[in-house]
C-alpha cells in the first residue's frame, strides 16, 4: 500500500530541485537525499526544498541541523512533517 505523503513527497522533490532525469516512484523512501551520487544534491537544493516544504505544509524549519534531521530521506521527511503537524502533547 501507498503511503499518500510520500508519494507527494516525492513528486514535490523532483519538481521542486528539477530533477529531469528522475521520476517520483523512483526514488526510494530510504535512501540517503544528500550526500547520495544518485540525486547530487547540495546545500542550495537543500534550502529550496525547505522554503518548499515550509510553504506547502505550513512548518518551520528552523535550523540547520533540523532541516539535516528533516531530510534525510523521504522516510524520514515524512515522518517529520507527521510529527510536526500532530503537534506536541498537552
Same mark, same amino acid.
Given at each position: 500500500?501507498? &503511503? =499518500?505523503?510520500? *508519494?507527494r513527497l516525492?513528486? @514535490?522533490? %523532483?519538481?521542486?530541485? /528539477?530533477?529531469? &532525469?528522475? +521520476?517520483?516512484? !523512483?526514488? =526510494?523512501? !530510504?535512501?540517503? @537525499?544528500?550526500?547520495?551520487? /544518485?540525486?547530487?544534491? &547540495? *546545500?542550495? &537544493?537543500? @534550502?529550496?526544498? %525547505? %522554503? #518548499? @516544504?515550509? /510553504?506547502e505544509f505550513?512548518l ?7 532541516? +539535516?534531521?528533516? $531530510? %534525510? *530521506?523521504?522516510?524520514? $521527511?515524512?515522518?517529520?512533517? #507527521?510529527? #510536526?503537524? *500532530?503537534?506536541p502533547?498537552?
Amino acid at each position: 500500500m501507498s &503511503d =499518500p505523503l510520500i *508519494s507527494r513527497l516525492k513528486i @514535490l522533490i %523532483v519538481e521542486t530541485l /528539477r530533477l529531469d &532525469d528522475i +521520476r517520483p516512484e !523512483d526514488i =526510494p523512501d !530510504d535512501e540517503p @537525499l544528500f550526500g547520495s551520487t /544518485r540525486f547530487g544534491l &547540495d *546545500s542550495v &537544493d537543500a @534550502l529550496e526544498l %525547505v %522554503v #518548499r @516544504l515550509e /510553504r506547502e505544509f505550513g512548518l518551520k524549519i528552523s535550523s540547520s541541523e533540523e532541516s +539535516r534531521q528533516a $531530510l %534525510v *530521506s523521504v522516510a524520514g $521527511l515524512a515522518a517529520f512533517i #507527521r510529527a #510536526r503537524q *500532530s503537534g506536541p502533547a498537552s
